[in-house]
Nanobody, 125 residues
Framework: QVQLGESGGGLVQAGGSLRLSCAASGRTCSSYAMGWFRQARGKEREFVALSSRSGARTNYADSVKGRFTISRDNAKNTVYLQMNSLPPADTAVYYC??????????????????WGQGTQVTVSS
C-alpha cells in the first residue's frame, strides 16, 4: 500500500510557473510508475504526464508537451511536476497516482491504483 500527497498548487498569473510535489509513504514511489492527472470543473479527469518506474521513460499529454516536466527523486520518495508558461486553460485540480501493475506507465486513470487528494492550480488571466 502507498499513500500519496500532493502539494505546491496555488494561484498564479498566466505565463507563470509552479512546481507540484507528490510525496509517497508506505511503499517507495520507485516501486511504481507514477502519473499526474488533472480535472477541471465540469470535465473528466485527464492524463497530464507519466514517469516509468525507472524514470527512464516519460510521456506527456500533447497539451502540455514542452511546458511541463515530470521528474522523480527516489531518495526523497517524491515525484514532481514542473509547470511553465501556464495559461488559464491549465486551471484544474492536479492529482498524482501510482500504477502498481505496469512499470512503463499508462495514460488512463483507470490503470492507476493509488491516488493523492489533489492540489488546486488556478491560473488567472
Amino acid at each position: 500500500q502507498v499513500q500519496l500527497g500532493e502539494s505546491g498548487g496555488g494561484l498564479v498569473q498566466a505565463g507563470g510557473s509552479l512546481r507540484l510535489s507528490c510525496a509517497a509513504s508506505g511503499r517507495t514511489c520507485s516501486s511504481y510508475a507514477m502519473g499526474w492527472f488533472r480535472q477541471a470543473r465540469g470535465k473528466e479527469r485527464e492524463f497530464v504526464a507519466l514517469s516509468s518506474r525507472s524514470g527512464a521513460r516519460t510521456n506527456y499529454a500533447d497539451s502540455v508537451k514542452g511546458r511541463f516536466t515530470i521528474s522523480r527523486d527516489n531518495a526523497k520518495n517524491t515525484v514532481y511536476l514542473q509547470m511553465n508558461s501556464l495559461p488559464p486553460a491549465d486551471t484544474a485540480v492536479y492529482y498524482c497516482a501510482a500504477d502498481t501493475h505496469y512499470g512503463l506507465g499508462r495514460s488512463q486513470p483507470r490503470d492507476y491504483d493509488y491516488w493523492g487528494q489533489g492540489t488546486q492550480v488556478t491560473v488567472s488571466s
